[in-house]
């Protein structure tokens, strides 16, 4: 069974930093986008940063410059790297991948909660 599980979240001041990590029950190098999400109370759910096969990647207007997202197929491990947090940035974070999303699978998430 396929599951995707997300570390690394806790509490941090603003400006602190964190790493989150999702490890991949599977071969994620088959996908060719894996994603970072999150999902803030009473907001929908938002893409935050995406990486491809080749590397290429792409973040939301609201992390450009603070989060970087990296992939490391051999261990089936997607990370982020998350540098000057804000308290905006509090919410729950998901990693996906397209495929799952179409079939409605998410994993637990990981909280992360920046104080001001």
């Known amino acids: 069974q396929v599951q995707l599980v997300e570390s690394g979240g806790g509490l941090v001041q603003a400006g602190g930093s964190l790493r989150l990590s999702c490890a991949a029950s599977?071969?994620?190098?088959?996908?060719?986008?894996m994603g970072w999400y999150r999902q803030a109370p009473g907001k929908q759910r938002e893409l935050v940063a995406s990486?491809?096969?080749?590397?290429?990647?792409n973040y939301a207007d609201s992390v450009k410059g603070r989060f970087t997202i990296s992939r490391d197929n051999a261990k089936n491990t997607v990370y982020l790297q998350m540098n000057s947090l804000k308290p905006e940035d509090t919410a729950v974070y998901y990693c996906n991948t397209p495929r799952f999303i179409s079939e409605d699978y998410w994993g637990q998430g990981t909280q992360v909660t920046v104080s001001s």
């Open positions: 990486i491809t096969r080749t590397y290429s990647t």
């Open positions: 599977v071969n994620i190098f088959s996908f060719n986008t």
